[in-house]
C-alpha cells in the first residue's frame, strides 16, 4: 500500500525550501513534494500575464494520487483552490493564514485594506516590493531585511506581483464548499484582515478547526517553525 502524500505550498516570494523542516518531520509518515511554483525556478517573464489558476492547475497534474495538502499565504490559498477544483485530490489540508480574502466582506475589504490599495497599485518597482513586505511585516521590514534576500524578491516580484492582482480580484469564491477536513492556522499579530480571514474561513468550512498562535504574526512557518510545523504534522497523522 502507498504511504500517504503530502503536498507542501510554499508563500509568495519564497520557494519550495520554505518547507524544508516540515518535510523532514513528515518524512516518517508521508512521501512529500514541496516544489517551486511557477515563476520561483525557471523565471516567469516580466510583463507577462498570470493568473493563480495555472498555479492550481500545475499542482493539481504533479499528483498521482490524493494527498494532504498544506500552505502557507498565497501557498493557502492556493491549498482551498486545489481542494475546490480537484476535491478527489485533496484528503486533509493544513493551511496558516491563507489569503482567501473573497470571505470578507466588501466592508471589511476596504478597512482591511485601508492605505495600501493605492501602493499595491504602483509600478513593479522597490516601492511596491517594500509596500508588500511592509504590509504583511510593520513598517520597515522591507528595509530590515538582508540583501540577498531583498534581491530574491526582486527577482520573482512580476510573479508575485501577479499573484496579488489575481487573488484580490476574486470575489466569488465559496469556501463553504471545502469538504477536506481542515487544519486553519493564523497568527494573532497579522493584520487585521488576515486574522478576520482565518477566522471567519474556520466557521464557513464545514469541517474545519481553528488553531491561533497569539504571539507570531504572519510568517510565523517561518520564524517559529518548529511550533507550527508541529501543530501541522500532528493535524496530518491523526
Not at 516567469?44 to 499542482?59: C, I, N, S, T
Amino acid at each position: 500500500m502507498a504511504r500517504p502524500l503530502a503536498l507542501l505550498i510554499h508563500s509568495g516570494g519564497f520557494g519550495g525550501r520554505q518547507w524544508r523542516k516540515l518535510a523532514e518531520l513528515l518524512a516518517p509518515t508521508h512521501d512529500v513534494l514541496a516544489p517551486d511554483l511557477i515563476g520561483y525556478g525557471e523565471p516567469w517573464p516580466a510583463g507577462k500575464p498570470f493568473h493563480f489558476r495555472q498555479d492550481v492547475e500545475r499542482l493539481a497534474a504533479m499528483l498521482d494520487r490524493p494527498a494532504d495538502v498544506v500552505g502557507h499565504s498565497y501557498g493557502g490559498f492556493l491549498a482551498l483552490q486545489l481542494a475546490l477544483a480537484r476535491p478527489d485530490l485533496v484528503d486533509r489540508l493544513a493551511v496558516y493564514d491563507p489569503v482567501a480574502f473573497t470571505v470578507l466582506t466588501p466592508e471589511e475589504r476596504v478597512r482591511g485594506f485601508a492605505g495600501i490599495k493605492a501602493q499595491y497599485e504602483l509600478p513593479l518597482d522597490e516601492a511596491w516590493l517594500a509596500a508588500f513586505v511592509d504590509w504583511w511585516n510593520g513598517p520597515g521590514a522591507w528595509a530590515k531585511l538582508p540583501e540577498p534576500t531583498r534581491e530574491a524578491f526582486r527577482k520573482v516580484g512580476w510573479k508575485c506581483s501577479e499573484e496579488v492582482a489575481t487573488l484580490m480580484a476574486d470575489y466569488e469564491t465559496d469556501y463553504s464548499r471545502v469538504r477536506a477536513p481542515t487544519l486553519v492556522l493564523g497568527g494573532g499579530k497579522s493584520p487585521e484582515a488576515e486574522r478576520l480571514t482565518v477566522e471567519r474561513l474556520a466557521r464557513v468550512i464545514p469541517h474545519a478547526e481553528l488553531q491561533m498562535f497569539e504571539d507570531l504574526g504572519h510568517m510565523g512557518p517561518i520564524v517559529a517553525a518548529e511550533r507550527v510545523n508541529a501543530a501541522i504534522a500532528l493535524s496530518l497523522r491523526r
